[in-house]
């Protein structure tokens, strides 16, 4: 197979816009990612962009790439489309609009890295790319990680180390338990037990299908590791803070 990826600037006129049902008159630039795989049918194509929508096997895929492409794109002020039949492969073209000139900023004041810790923390993470950036990222700080792969795991990871862990890094959706399922369990045998949900969907989003309660930590993927460094330190050197809840 073959991945074809192109850009190319386009001056938007009103009869495009009329025709495709999108966008505003202007400039753009067309982003096109073009494979020449199975492609997919028209109901297929038509949820494609659905939050938790998949067609991958139970426990392979979570459903939100593509959302979160979307949500991305949307941000912008930017669209998205995707075009595809069965053995024909897939396109999907994203317009974003161009700027007229350079925005000017100052330049950001030079941030101190995060404090060090020496706490141990649970990181459950079913990414094994993500998993290992952010246990390295931990303890090049100093902290004790003890990984888990997916849900059912950092259950069992917990169990085994139930007094040494300071805090649990989770991810929002995983095999065999989601986040919130691992903190139910970990909160019947530590009530007091400190928690970061993390996940690459927004958290009105997380919120509105009811994945946790409010007034828990969150931070959204991607997340820049000083961050994630100074959200951990925040709610380990706390016991609560508002700042920053969902």
Known sequence: ???????????????????????????????????????????????????????????????????????????????????????????????????????????????APPRKGTETILLAEDDRDVRNLTGTILRDFGYRVIEAVDGQDAVDKFAEHAKEIDLLLLDVIMPRKSGKDVYEAVKAVRPDAKVLFISGYAADIIRRKGVFEEGVHFVSKPVSPFELLRKLREILDQNLHRSGTL
């Open 1 to 111: 197979g073959m991945l074809t990826i192109a850009t190319q600037e386009l001056d938007l006129q009103e009869d495009f816009i009329s025709a495709h049902g999108f966008g505003r008159p202007g400039k753009y630039v067309l982003i096109s990612v073009s494979d020449t795989g199975a492609g997919m049918d028209e109901r297929t194509r038509e949820k494609i962009f659905e939050p938790f929508f998949t067609t991958k096997e139970v426990g392979k895929g979570t459903g939100l790439g593509l959302s979160i492409v979307y949500g991305i794109v949307k941000q912008h002020d930017g669209v998205i489309n995707v075009y595809s039949e069965q053995g024909k492969g897939t396109t999907f073209k994203i317009y974003l609009p161009l700027i007229a000139e350079a925005a000017e900023r100052p330049f950001a004041e030079t941030t």
